[in-house]
Nanobody, 124 residues
């Protein structure tokens, strides 16, 4: 099984930036795509960003594309989510996710492992 631990969340003013980190373990002989989801109070969990196991391709939905960037540092088994130009509507708990395959998981049913979540709050 894959264990995921997020960090880097916090409080930031609108227009500011944060970088989230996700440290993975138990992936020595596995090749999983990685990604990020978020969930605001009273709303469904939604896909934010994904990166293939190889790191050759990424996918982000339109509502964050151009503001967020996903990357990975293989030597540290860590995936990052750089968030710039943050908006109040970005406020949510952000969850790191490992897909069940090498393909990016955009649906919850395609996620094999979840992190515990880290809170991101953007003030007006």
């Amino acid at each position: 099984q894959v264990q995921l631990v997020e960090s880097g969340g916090g409080l930031v003013q609108a227009g500011g930036s944060l970088r989230l980190s996700c440290a993975a373990s138990g992936r020595t002989f596995s090749r999983y795509a990685m990604g990020w989801f978020r969930q605001a109070p009273g709303k469904e969990r939604e896909f934010v960003a994904g990166i293939a196991w190889s790191g050759d391709s990424t996918y982000l939905p339109d509502f964050v594309k151009g503001r967020f960037t996903i990357s990975r540092e293989r030597a540290k088994n860590t995936v990052y989510l750089q968030m710039n130009s943050l908006k109040p509507e970005d406020t949510a708990v952000y969850y790191c996710a490992a897909a069940r395959s090498t393909w990016i998981a955009t649906m919850i049913r395609d996620v094999g492992s979840w992190g515990q979540g880290t809170q991101v709050t953007v003030s007006s």
